[in-house]
């Protein structure tokens, strides 16, 4: 059977790609401008997919498990094929869509089993076996999704996909296998694996990035500078300022430091940006240190301890003047802090303020300590850190010194 569907799906695709073009029809909530409208109109013009009766497409919708059996054999002039019951117990002969699920199954396009689960949504790894199996897709793909490893199930239905440029990831790096699809998601892959056409020129996103001396550290900041970060890390959403920038080392030393600092207001704010050949290390006076290994690799993880002395003020009110009034500083233990430190992305894009940034280097830091959390930092090649942000963070009084 396997045999005969790759026959039928090589001369089925070779009609459809040959046929004129035509148009398609017209989806109120799908203009000109959309960013999928070239595949929607695609599919919808090959009656592979089909709008609501109110003239809309729904492109946000979720499509399920039996929307796409059904959306599958239509692209594949399967509809006449005759059916052999898959047994499943959730879709009966008697389900609207039982003939279309039954011929996908028997096409070996979706799996066998007790249950086809006809109205959950597909996720982006069902998916991927769908159009892999479905369209005979081979070939390899020398590239890594961060959340996609070898010994996953899903891993060679994935790779396939990529490897045909049906699918490029995240920019993080990642795959999301889990993640479910929306009506225009979907017809975005299906338009692909119909028509190479209409597939991305291969887009290789790097895993692995910069070293010692390449941008991390940024080299080009003359004094006086005038910088500020934007940090959401502590309590509420400030910035960091510094007028200053020193720097010691060299390339040919094999270490290179950067030093900011703010004369005018808070002596002890600073940040410190070091390296030397292995490693790069992000000294904020707000967050524990950012530690990743040369070169910067997606995926990379780096760990520490150190030993905290933790206080607590009771009924502390700050002046905003460096003082506390009327507080009692109370030692309450010594204790060791757990540091990881993952590079999420080398080509990351954040919107920072008011202005979006691309090709960033994502680095999450997670502590057990409760009052920061989990930070994310974003750092720009040449331009250093453009801000960090706090997932968990506390108003505990309880505020950690080294």
């Known amino acids: 059977m396997k045999k005969i569907v790759t026959f039928i799906s090589a001369l089925i695709l070779s009609l459809i790609l040959a046929l004129p073009t035509v148009n398609a029809a017209s989806y109120s909530d799908i203009p ?62 008697t389900d609207s869509s039982y003939k279309e699920i039954a011929i996908a199954t028997a096409n070996g396009i979706f799996p066998k089993g007790t249950k086809f689960s006809p109205n959950s949504p597909i996720t982006r790894e069902g998916m ?133 600092t703010d004369e005018n207001e808070y002596a002890d704010s600073n940040h410190t940006y070091s390296e030397d050949k292995t490693q790069f290390t992000f000294d904020s006076h707000w967050t524990p240190k950012v530690t990743v290994k040369y070169p910067v690799t997606v995926g990379d993880k780096t760990s520490s301890r150190h030993l905290y002395k933790e206080y607590t003020y009771n009924e502390a009110i700050y002046d905003g003047n460096g003082e506390w009034i009327d507080s009692k500083e109370i030692l309450m233990k010594e204790r060791e802090e757990t540091i990881t430190n993952k590079v999420i992305s080398i080509n990351g894009t954040k919107d920072i303020g008011d202005k979006e940034f691309h090709n960033l280097i994502v680095i999450e830091q997670t502590t057990n300590d409760p009052f920061f959390g989990v930070v994310t930092y974003y750092f720009s090649k040449n331009e250093g850190l453009m801000g960090y942000f706090g997932k968990s963070m506390t108003s505990s009084k309880e505020f950690p010194y080294e």
Do not use: C
């Open 32 to 93: 000109s401008t959309h960013a999928y409208q070239k595949e929607i109109s695609y599919l919808s013009s090959l009656n592979i997919i089909n709008g609501y009766s109110d003239s809309t497409f729904k492109p946000s919708n979720l499509v399920t498990n039996r929307q796409a059996a059904v959306m599958l054999v239509r692209a594949l002039k399967l509809e006449n094929e005759d059916t052999v019951n898959p047994g499943f117990k959730d879709v009966p002969t």
């Open 128 to 260: 991927a076996r769908a159009l892999a199996n479905a369209f005979n897709l081979t070939g390899t793909y020398s590239g890594t999704f961060s959340d996609v490893s070898k010994d996953y199930w899903g891993y060679e239905y994935i790779v396939k996909l990529a490897a045909n440029n049906i699918t490029t990831g995240y920019d993080d790096g990642s795959f999301k296998p889990k993640n479910t699809l929306t009506r225009a998601h979907f017809s975005v892959f299906l338009a692909r694996s119909i028509n190479p056409e209409m597939r991305p020129t291969a887009v290789n996103k790097p895993q692995v990035g910069i070293g010692f001396y390449q941008g991390l550290v940024p080299k080009n900041y003359k004094n006086p500078v005038d910088l500020s970060y934007f940090n959401t890390s502590t309590e509420g959403y400030s910035g960091d300022y510094f007028n200053k920038a020193s720097y010691t080392g060299s390339k040919t030393s094999g270490t290179y430091s950067l030093h900011l």
